[in-house]
């Protein structure tokens, strides 16, 4: 081994650039000495010569220590090779190499000896009287061949050295990959568009000289425009535009990357160049991907280089509110409109948003603006309020925009159907779009558990148990009265008006003749239920039919009542002057809506007054000439009565859980319903008479009668084949009286 010895201000030895990956202390000083690498992470190839990062050592002056040392090691099979000695003065070699050490305000002295070809070991000597930094220059270190992944530089030192142990990845061996990127597109329409690209080595020679090192390939109806070598930036390397380095060759579709030689320094390719729409039926509107190919080891493999579009607009929403009938103040899903290139939208022109006609709107912006464009409302077309008017303002030169329409509000009529809530999009600046904003319920779910029949000139007959449910809390106002109406000459006599779930409270009732007016104390936390079960008077004057009763009221309906409507339009409402106003985006007021379209102060917005209705009963009036018909089943028999006379089934009745069970289809047959008018599909069976329609399905706690549902409490199933249902439950469905014999076990159906 040779020794040497070094003192001066500065310090290089060329060995294998490196980072500091992960420190192992010993028991050493609080500030031993410290490792890291400088510069990036450099990429090189097997099975050649290459500059590897520096590493730097800083050492403490209080922690310098003659005698301390480290030994530095690079990888098996790696060799530091013959520096040009001709670049530094007075430089001292290892091998024919050499160590330059940089330190701060005063001399440094130390030993180096060299241990191998990858080996050396720095030692020490003499003091210092200020910090100093060391960098060891991994330069002209040859990597061995097959090498693969990170190049590290391994530090030992001994038990008690003021330096650490330690490791540095001072670079990294790669095959060479290339990558590409889009540093900026265009939207455009049928005069195309520019896209500017980037491509970057990741080592030296990554880019395969050859005439198709890099080629991008675009879709069907493109073609690449010519390159402008001004249009082309090298951002690193050292190869030049042109034969002798490297050309940009378009051909229609295909775009070349040719490199003429290998590049000595990683390369960094930055270029713009047009894409030509040459054929609009075969080029797809949306994004244009190139695929991205060649001899080098290229990535990605698809790129985005432009959206190609039409002089129109798209529509798209957030997901979709919940609003209810009836009510003021209902926010809908913000939603964007987007010119598919720049100037869709010609200044002048306008955009109308349209809402069903049992919506108008409540709440929407003055001004909608993105850059250098902007929709400004100008007025509500047919003064009914379903229609917003916007007029384009913008600029030749403005890009495309993306205008969103926030925090809007609309007010819906009592019978606004359940659903989805559509804005119609048009005018002259846009083709006609349609987008979903919102989802419509009812405020309240209105059931009723039976329709019984009843008869006309006669008092005190039970209707169906109503049951009024919130589809959410404080959907039912405080201090606001809810309606239940029947039809007119239908009177209630009895009622009994409660709540079953929730804490919604009632404050009192009232009736009057055909309503039930109920007064709401305190509005619900939690949505809650209100029970309503009565008997009433049927005049003469009652048509045969459905009885019906609505449900209404302005603890419901929002929409006629003057406060809702000054919370929903501030200082824009005003009853006396009989319209609504909006300031648009100059401050000009903007006339909306017409108030009392039909001289009914009551009714402000709409006439509807009805949220919800239910059949609670069925006005049978009895034909000339019927017959009263009386069927008897006996329990465990398949023998039956109509009339008294003898009939068979082939399905026996039967108790279970302390219900007696009993074949509808029999009961059915005894009400002269045909075997035409029982259906049977996905296991529902459903029964049609002149009067009813009654449907069950096999284990549904739920039936209907003429379409309204009736909740029971056990299930209809099926036993051989036929629909088995407990009495008291065919008595609700067909509207008939059901009498039962515990001694002779017998059920009579009248």
Not at 387 to 404: F, G, H, P, R
Not at 477 to 500: F, I, M, Q, R, S
């Amino acid at each position: 081994m040779r020794m040497l010895k070094v003192r001066k201000k500065s310090i290089s030895l060329i060995v294998v650039l490196a980072f500091l990956m992960t420190l192992f202390p010993m028991a050493l000083p609080a500030f031993a000495a410290s490792y890291s690498r400088v510069g990036s992470l450099v990429s090189v190839d097997d099975d050649g010569v290459f500059d590897l990062n520096d590493v730097n050592i800083k050492i403490n002056e209080e922690d310098w220590e003659p005698g301390h040392s480290v030994i530095v090691r690079l990888p098996s099979g790696f060799e530091i090779r013959e520096a040009d000695k001709t670049t530094v003065a007075d430089a001292v070699y290892i091998k024919d190499n050499y160590i330059d050490i940089t330190k701060g305000g005063t001399d440094a002295s130390f030993d180096v000896t060299v241990l191998d070809d990858n080996e050396f070991k720095l030692e020490i000597d003499g003091s210092v009287s200020d910090d100093v930094t060391i960098r060891i220059k991994f330069d002209n270190i040859y990597v061995d061949k097959g090498f693969d992944g990170d190049i590290i530089a391994t530090f030992r030192a001994p038990s008690g050295s003021i330096f650490d142990s330690g490791e540095v990845v001072i670079g990294r061996v790669t095959g060479g990959e290339v990558t590409v990127e889009v540093v900026d597109d265009e939207t455009f329409g049928d005069d195309g568009g520019k896209v500017t690209i980037r491509i970057e080595e990741d080592r030296p020679g990554a880019l395969e000289v050859d005439d198709e090192s890099v080629k991008f390939i675009l879709p069907k109806g493109f073609e690449w425009g010519d390159v402008d070598p001004t249009d082309v930036k090298i951002i690193n390397g050292n190869l030049s535009y042109g034969d002798t380095g490297f050309r940009l060759v378009p051909n229609d579709d295909e775009l070349c990357l040719d490199v003429n030689k290998e590049s000595g320094k990683e390369m960094w390719i930055e270029f713009t160049i047009e894409i030509n729409v040459v054929d609009e039926k075969d080029a797809d509107r949306g994004e244009v991907v190139a695929k991205v190919r060649g001899d080098s080891d290229v990535t990605p493999s698809t790129i985005v280089v432009g959206y190609y579009g039409d002089y129109a607009l798209t529509a798209t929403a957030d997901d979709p509110t919940t609003v209810y009938a009836g009510k003021v103040e209902q926010e809908i899903a913000d939603f964007t409109l987007e010119e598919e290139i720049a100037g869709s939208l010609v200044n002048g022109r306008s955009i109308t948003l349209t809402l069903p006609d049992w919506a108008k709107w409540g709440a929407l912006p003055d001004s909608v603006k993105d850059g250098k464009v902007e929709l400004k409302l100008n007025s509500f077309p047919g003064k009914d309020g379903t229609v917003a008017k916007y007029v384009v303002d913008t600029d030749v030169d403005a890009s495309a925009a993306e205008l969103e329409f926030k925090d809007m509000e609309v007010v819906l009529s009592p019978d606004a159907p359940e659903g989805d809530l559509e804005i119609e999009i048009s005018g002259t600046a846009t083709d006609d779009l349609t987008i979903k904003v919102a989802e419509v319920k009812k405020p309240v779910e209105v059931s009723v558990d039976s329709a019984p029949t009843i008869i006309i000139g006669k008092a005190d007959q039970d209707i169906g148990t109503i049951t009024i449910t919130e589809a959410d809390a404080e959907m039912i106002k405080e201090g606001k009265e809810l309606v239940v109406e029947l039809p007119k000459d239908v009177e209630w006599d009895d009622y009994d008006v409660k709540v079953t779930e929730g804490d919604l409270e009632i404050d009192r009732v009232k009736d009057s003749d055909n309503k039930l007016t109920i007064t709401i104390k305190d509005a619900s936390n939690d949505p809650s239920t209100i029970e309503i079960s009565g008997t009433v008077t049927a005049f003469r004057t009652v048509p045969e039919g459905k009885v019906t009763a609505k449900v209404s009221g302005d603890a419901l309906i929002e929409v006629h009542d003057t406060e809702a409507l000054e919370e929903q339009y501030g200082d824009g409402y005003d009853r006396t002057k009989r319209y609504i106003t909006f300031d648009n985006a100059d401050g000009r007021e903007v006339e909306a809506i017409e108030l009392d379209r039909n001289d009914n102060d009551d009714y402000i917005l709409w006439d509807d007054d009805t949220v919800a209705e239910v059949e609670v009963a069925f006005v049978g009036t009895p034909a000339p000439g019927e017959q009263k018909i009386t069927a008897v089943f006996k329990l465990g028999s398949t023998d039956w009565y109509l009339n008294d006379v003898p009939q068979t089934m082939d399905v026996a009745p039967y108790a279970k859980d302390g219900r007696t069970y009993l074949p509808m289809r029999y009961v059915a047959k005894a009400l002269g319903i045909p075997d035409t008018g029982i259906l049977w599909k996905a296991g529902t069976a459903t029964f049609i008479s002149a009067d009813r329609v009654v449907s069950v399905t096999i284990g549904s706690n739920v039936m209907t009668i003429n379409g309204a549902p009736v909740p029971i409490d056990a299930a209809p199933e099926i036993v051989n084949g036929r629909t088995m249902m407990p009495i008291r439950w065919i008595a609700t469905a067909f509207g008939v009286s059901v009498d039962w014999n515990a001694e002779t076990q017998e059920v009579t159906v009248n």
